[in-house]
């Protein structure tokens, strides 16, 4: 078919571009209908627009396409395709200048909205005027702010203010909760996962998507334990610590939301937060039904809010307190939960500005010790084969007790 040309679009160019790796490649095609696609073998996927997986790679074909706003939200749109549609009309729809390149079968750059000279300036900047009629890129941009800032790449002026008028708007309300933790854990997933929560909140967006998290800003604790002070830099420089120790979104997400309770003190009990950890807990819970947060990022987040200032206070526990602490966290059959909450609270420690950053956290290795001194404790056969069940509870806790004593040196 002479007339159908296939171009490389999207995320490959740009991260060839930037010397990177590309992770995936999509290509649109150009002059072709669904029937030619699936005569070529082709296999269709798209449910709203025709996407095709190639016979042989199984990487993404689409129809160049354009779009046209006609209601609210991420999914107002009605969507064209013809073999008319051109690939600069197909590009025209993207939402920054370094994801609107592509490539032809010869591998010659068309890059009609600049976003080579957009990457050399290490610039995140809108397509066009259309940018604001998506309120999910918003979110897409913050989150592409945090993959490059490593990078030196940073927000455009001039797209900053389309955000905040997105916000202004009130068009972030239309967004489904599922897109928003889709981009939300995404982003927790990069390399610099503060800087999508800055972006939000430079334009608005952190306030009414996150008000749990906004809450945050301005709020002082005691500065004998946090010599930041402020409750919303604590969280983000905990969290910068927490994507230097471990990838896990999970964890990542638990330490961003382990203090939200603090938001909800009174302002007359300031510094002091007494109860936050319980507070915290049962917002978070308010917090991930509404954004549909997925059971595993809940479950570990609402353990760290909970039991954080404990963990911290591992070496001035009593060994039945160190019990119960295992317990409260099912550290004994959920093991590799357990030390995720370890490295949550680790990064909770050492988030309070640069001194304490690189600080030791000897109550992980505590800790850790405690609970294997503990799960290694064995009755003797003959007096479980004699003994009734809250009997043999009883001897297994004291044991486990005496074991911690003698692990930790009590």
Same mark, same amino acid.
């Given at each position: 078919?002479?007339?159908?040309?296939?171009?490389?679009?999207?995320?490959?160019?740009?991260?060839?571009?930037?010397?990177?790796?590309?992770?995936?490649?999509?290509?649109?095609?150009?002059?072709?209908?669904?029937?030619?696609?699936?005569?070529?073998?082709?296999?269709?996927?798209?449910?709203?627009?025709?996407?095709?997986?190639?016979?042989?790679?199984?990487?993404?074909?689409?129809?160049?396409?354009?779009?046209?706003?006609?209601?609210?939200?991420?999914?107002?749109?009605?969507?064209?395709?013809?073999?008319?549609?051109?690939?600069?009309?197909?590009?025209?729809?993207?939402?920054?200048?370094?994801?609107?390149?592509?490539?032809?079968?010869?591998?010659?750059?068309?890059?009609?909205?600049?976003?080579?000279?957009?990457?050399?300036?290490?610039?995140?900047?809108?397509?066009?005027?259309?940018?604001?009629?998506?309120?999910?890129?918003?979110?897409?941009?913050?989150?592409?702010?945090?993959?490059?800032?490593?990078?030196?790449?940073?927000?455009?002026?001039?797209?900053?203010?389309?955000?905040?008028?997105?916000?202004?708007?009130?068009?972030?309300?239309?967004?489904?909760?599922?897109?928003?933790?889709?981009?939300?854990?995404?982003?927790?997933?990069?390399?610099?996962?503060?800087?999508?929560?800055?972006?939000?909140?430079?334009?608005?967006?952190?306030?009414?998507?996150?008000?749990?998290?906004?809450?945050?800003?301005?709020?002082?604790?005691?500065?004998?334990?946090?010599?930041?002070?402020?409750?919303?830099?604590?969280?983000?420089?905990?969290?910068?610590?927490?994507?230097?120790?471990?990838?896990?979104?999970?964890?990542?997400?638990?330490?961003?939301?382990?203090?939200?309770?603090?938001?909800?003190?009174?302002?007359?009990?300031?510094?002091?937060?007494?109860?936050?950890?319980?507070?915290?807990?049962?917002?978070?819970?308010?917090?991930?039904?509404?954004?549909?947060?997925?059971?595993?990022? &809940?479950?570990?987040?609402? %353990?760290? $809010?909970?039991?954080?200032?404990?963990?911290? *206070?591992?070496? #001035? !526990? @009593?060994? +039945?307190?160190?019990?119960?602490?295992?317990?409260?966290?099912?550290?004994?059959?959920?093991?590799? &939960?357990?030390?995720?909450? %370890?490295? $949550?609270?680790?990064?909770?420690?050492?988030? *309070?500005?640069? #001194? !304490? @950053?690189? +600080?030791?956290?000897?109550?992980?290795?505590?800790?850790?010790?405690?609970?294997?001194?503990?799960?290694?404790?064995?009755?003797?056969?003959?007096?479980?084969?004699?003994?009734?069940?809250?009997?043999?509870? #009883?001897?297994?806790? +004291?044991?486990?007790?005496?074991?911690?004593?003698?692990?930790?040196?009590?």
């Amino acid at each position: 078919m002479p007339h159908m040309k296939i171009f490389l679009v999207g995320g490959a160019v740009r991260d060839r571009l930037l010397g990177r790796q590309p992770h995936e490649h999509d290509y649109v095609v150009v002059g072709a209908t669904p029937d030619e696609m699936i005569a070529l073998g082709y296999r269709p996927v798209g449910k709203d627009f025709p996407v095709f997986l190639h016979p042989a790679t199984g990487e993404q074909y689409a129809l160049a396409r354009t779009e046209r706003k006609t209601g609210p939200g991420y999914y107002g749109f009605e969507t064209r395709f013809s073999p008319d549609v051109t690939l600069e009309d197909d590009l025209g729809r993207r939402d920054l200048t370094i994801n609107a390149m592509a490539r032809d079968e010869d591998g010659t750059l068309v890059d009609p909205h600049g976003g080579r000279g957009d990457i050399e300036a290490r610039m995140l900047r809108h397509v066009s005027a259309a940018f604001v009629e998506d309120p999910l890129r918003v979110l897409r941009v913050a989150r592409f702010a945090a993959r490059f800032a490593p990078l030196g790449f940073t927000v455009a002026p001039e797209t900053m203010a389309l955000m905040r008028s997105i916000v202004s708007s009130g068009e972030l309300s239309a967004l489904v909760p599922e897109r928003v933790w889709v981009e939300t854990e995404r982003a927790l997933g990069e390399d610099r996962p503060t800087v999508y929560f800055e972006v939000l909140r430079d334009c608005g967006a952190l306030a009414a998507l996150f008000p749990e998290i906004a809450a945050l800003d301005g709020v002082p604790q005691p500065p004998k334990w946090h010599p930041e002070i402020d409750t919303g830099l604590h969280t983000m420089q905990a969290l910068e610590v927490a994507a230097s120790l471990s990838p896990d979104t999970t964890v990542r997400f638990a330490v961003l939301v382990h203090d939200l309770g603090k938001g909800l003190t009174p302002r007359e009990q300031w510094p002091r937060h007494l109860g936050h950890e319980e507070a915290g807990a049962k917002l978070i819970e308010v917090a991930c039904a509404r954004l549909k947060v997925p059971n595993e990022h &809940r479950d570990l987040a609402v %353990l760290v $809010a909970r039991h954080h200032a404990k963990v911290h *206070r591992a070496a #001035e !526990l @009593r060994p +039945a307190t160190v019990l119960e602490l295992l317990e409260a966290t099912d550290a004994f059959r959920r093991a590799e &939960r357990f030390d995720r909450l %370890l490295l $949550a609270c680790e990064a909770d420690a050492r988030g *309070r500005g640069p #001194e !304490l @950053r690189v +600080a030791p956290y000897p109550q992980a290795r505590l800790l850790r010790r405690a609970r294997d001194a503990a799960a290694s404790v064995r009755l003797d056969p003959a007096f479980v084969a004699n003994s009734t069940g809250p009997v043999i509870a #009883e001897r297994v806790r +004291a044991n486990r007790v005496e074991a911690i004593r003698e692990a930790l040196g009590a």
